[in-house]
């Protein structure tokens, strides 16, 4: 079965322009996370996706939007790039959104914002 | 606000021996704990989880230990392997709000884990 799939895997942009970051959960979970990774901050939630519909939302201003489709694939987006965006971005899935449901991760989007 | 934390940034060991990777909590309504593994290049990978009505859970090389009276969670790792190499995050969770909800995982920082051959 395969995993977690994020496109694209490397992404460069310059402050101003938007972005569109794109998750493929596993065959048969419905749930899907987005995280943020950088060496300051760690790990820090964003959107948690259910039945396309966004169950739950972190502490990121309006610039960091996100959406599920029917076949539970899930795109986020990043509007007016500023540099502090540049992070790992990284999408997680798992059956259910229930709190011990198993997430699996994918490898992740590296967006640079020069 | 809450957060989980590390006590050690980095930790290096022999291959062969044990490795403890420490962290401490402090939302007392968190209910279930998560260790993750992230070698270079990849994303967080599941390794083992705890809920708070145990204190002890064992898997293949890895055993977590709960001590909620401390709010303290360990992952120990037997006979360490070059494989184990990697930065070890240590997450928690609470079931009270939204009903459950992945939204509400908190990662700690991370430990390096460097092994040496």
């Known amino acids: 079965k395969a995993g977690v799939t994020q496109t694209p895997r490397y992404l460069i942009k310059t402050r101003g322009q938007q972005v569109t970051l794109s998750c493929s959960p596993i065959?048969?979970?419905?749930?899907v996370s987005w995280y943020q990774q950088t060496p300051g901050q760690g790990l820090q939630f964003l959107f948690e996706y259910f039945s396309e519909t966004q169950r739950n939302k972190g502490n990121f201003p309006g610039r960091f939007s996100g959406r599920q489709f029917s076949n539970s694939r899930s795109e986020m987006n990043v509007s007016t790039l500023e540099l502090g965006d540049s992070a790992l971005y990284l999408c997680?899935?798992?059956?259910?959104?229930?709190?011990?449901?198993?997430?699996?991760f994918g490898s992740g989007t590296q967006l640079s914002v020069l | 606000g809450e957060s989980v934390g590390l006590h050690l940034p980095t930790l290096s060991v022999q291959e062969g021996d044990n490795s403890i990777i420490n962290c401490a909590y402090s939302n007392s309504a968190s209910d279930y704990f998560i260790w993750y593994k992230q070698e270079s290049g990849k994303g967080p990978q599941f390794i083992i989880d705890?809920?708070?009505?145990?204190d002890k859970r064992q898997g293949q090389r890895v055993t977590v230990l709960l001590n909620k009276t401390v709010k303290h969670l360990s992952l120990q790792i037997a006979a360490t392997q070059p494989g184990d190499s990697a930065v070890y995050f240590c997450a928690e969770n609470s079931s009270q709000n939204y009903g459950g909800s992945q939204g509400n995982l908190i990662f700690g920082k991370g430990t390096k884990l460097s092994v040496k051959p």
């Open positions: 997680a899935s798992s059956l259910f959104p229930a709190t011990n449901e198993k997430l699996f």
């Open positions: 065959s048969g979970h419905r749930s």
């Open positions: 705890i809920r708070s009505n145990m």
